[in-house]
């Protein structure tokens, strides 16, 4: 290979290295935009639109989430009759919420996250038992009910978007009754409607790094796939493990974002 080259593999190499990893740790709990965001920003010029960079990563993202989606389906009885009214509701929520990045300010938004994080992570920790098996069945009002969190969840994703994943994860555990693992196939799902709802805004609103984001989508792939068969190996249990490593370290972030 020679000297030109180098800077352009050390360049893919990166990104493709993030994506894997975001795409493995997406699969499980969320929160793969934390890895893949901040890369995008420090990889690409410094004038790439906004629109630009989370439309890109929302096209990497969805090649893994869609993935996961079908290798839990395989394992995972998926609750239907409560995750496709709110897959249906996030993902008019999604668009919505996008629409409205250009009207009101996110940064208010930081402190309120950042306070549902704690209380979602000392919550979890404290309850040990918390997500291991599931505590009810589910009932026909909770199809209402899904559909109201599809709806708030597609909002804040297209609004402000870091943690959906693992505020899905938490609220299927704690408002429905699901183990961990079965909250994740239906988190994963949702996912990847306000995914596709995000890459619609986005490349109507700025051109996206087609060539980039494919790539990336690539490695977000197999990292999923190999995220997904981690936790349906080990179970509730790892999840919930690694939700709690996710939602700490998101809540660092948002501490120091709100710091600075």
């Excluded at 090649?63 to 394992?75: L, P």
């Excluded at 961990?180 to 490349?203: D, E, M, Q």
């Excluded at 060539?211 to 990292?223: D, P, Q, R, V, Y």
């Amino acid at each position: 290979m020679s000297p030109d080259w180098l800077p352009l593999a050390a360049h893919w190499l990166f990104l493709g290295g993030a994506a894997f990893f975001a795409g493995m740790v997406d699969a499980v709990v969320g929160g793969g935009g934390l890895v893949q965001i901040p890369v995008l920003f420090s990889a690409l010029p410094a004038d790439t639109p906004i629109a630009t960079i989370f439309g890109t990563n929302k096209l990497a993202s969805f090649a893994g989430t869609g993935s996961a989606v079908w290798r839990y389906a395989r394992r995972v009885s998926i609750p239907w009759r409560v995750v496709l009214p709110a897959t249906l509701l996030a993902l008019a929520g999604a668009w919505i919420g996008a629409a409205l990045v250009a009207w009101l300010p996110r940064d208010w938004m930081r402190p309120l996250v950042l306070v549902l994080m704690i209380s979602a992570a000392v919550y979890t920790f404290m309850n040990k038992n918390f997500g291991h098996v599931e505590t009810r069945e589910l009932t026909p009002r909770d199809r209402w009910r899904g559909g109201l969190l599809g709806l708030v969840i597609g909002l804040y994703d297209g609004f402000f978007g870091p943690g959906t994943g693992s505020f899905l994860l938490f609220a299927f555990v704690r408002l429905f009754g699901m183990d961990f693992l079965r909250a994740s196939a239906s988190a994963k799902v949702i996912n990847s409607a306000t995914n596709i709802a995000a890459i619609g805004f986005f490349a109507s609103h700025g051109p996206l790094l087609w060539s980039t984001g494919i790539g990336m989508a690539g490695c977000n792939l197999i990292g999923a796939q190999i995220g997904s068969a981690m936790a349906l190996r080990h179970g509730s249990g790892f999840i919930r493990k690694a939700f709690l490593v996710v939602v700490v370290t998101l809540i660092g972030k948002l501490a120091f974002d709100l710091l600075r």
